[in-house]
């Protein structure tokens, strides 16, 4: 089996924890950057990106991270995705800048705070629950990476090499389906 972290400054962490073991890894939860030395991938979850960097910086967590991405897979979802761009609407600069995707936050509008539909995700299912929770959006992708899924012609998931990511919150579907592609990515990876 394989060791999956969780990124656990803040944001939806116990249902990842969940979700992972559903999928068959051992999953742990990460507050130090030691904790990553043993772990063969990581989840950043959703919740608030600018609040996520701000502790992962005090807690020496985003050197560490960036590092570990080097050569690990990282799934983000809906913050953790924002976390994971290069570029980020309206902000100076990106955070981890994992993924060759232009971003824009809290796309969906501030009438529409959260919704939930059923999408299509290539490779991992023709009908996900989809909750979205003042979620972005992929305004563009570069060539390399793969657009896995699309809601009302936004991107809302995407992968590329061992990176993954997606605007809205898997953990919260019941339905375990996504960290099980995952996971299968961490296990190739792995071998
Ligand atoms: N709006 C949040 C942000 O910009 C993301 C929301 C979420 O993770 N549910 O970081």
């Known amino acids: 089996t394989v060791k999956i972290g969780v ?6 962490v116990s249902e990842h924890v969940k ?3 559903k999928s068959g890894a051992q999953a742990v939860t990460v507050k130090h950057p030691e904790e990553l030395s043993d772990l063969d991938g990581l989840v950043l979850p959703g919740g608030e990106s600018t609040t996520m960097r701000r502790l992962m910086d005090r807690s020496g967590l985003f050197k560490a991270v960036k590092h570990f991405a080097k050569s690990k897979p990282v799934f983000g ?3 953790g995705l924002i976390l994971m761009a290069k570029q980020i609407e309206g902000r100076k600069g990106p955070h981890l800048a994992l993924l ?3 971003v824009k936050r809290n796309a969906f509008g501030s009438q529409v705070d959260s919704f939930q539909t059923t999408l299509q995700i290539k490779d991992v299912a023709e009908n996900f629950d989809g909750i979205f929770i003042r979620a972005p959006y992929i305004k563009s992708v570069e060539d390399n990476v793969q657009v896995l899924s699309t809601y009302e ?13 997606c ?3 898997p953990e919260l579907a019941g339905d375990s389906r996504f960290h099980d592609y995952f996971v299968k990515m961490v296990e190739n990876e792995k071998q």
Do not use: N, P, S, Y
């Open 7 to 12: 990124l656990a400054l803040q944001g939806a």
């Open 19 to 21: 979700a992972l073991e």
């Open 77 to 79: 979802t809906c913050a």
């Open 100 to 102: 060759d995707i232009d």
């Open 153 to 165: 012609e936004h991107i809302v998931a995407c992968r590329q090499g061992r990176f993954l990511a």
């Open 167 to 169: 605007a809205f919150h």
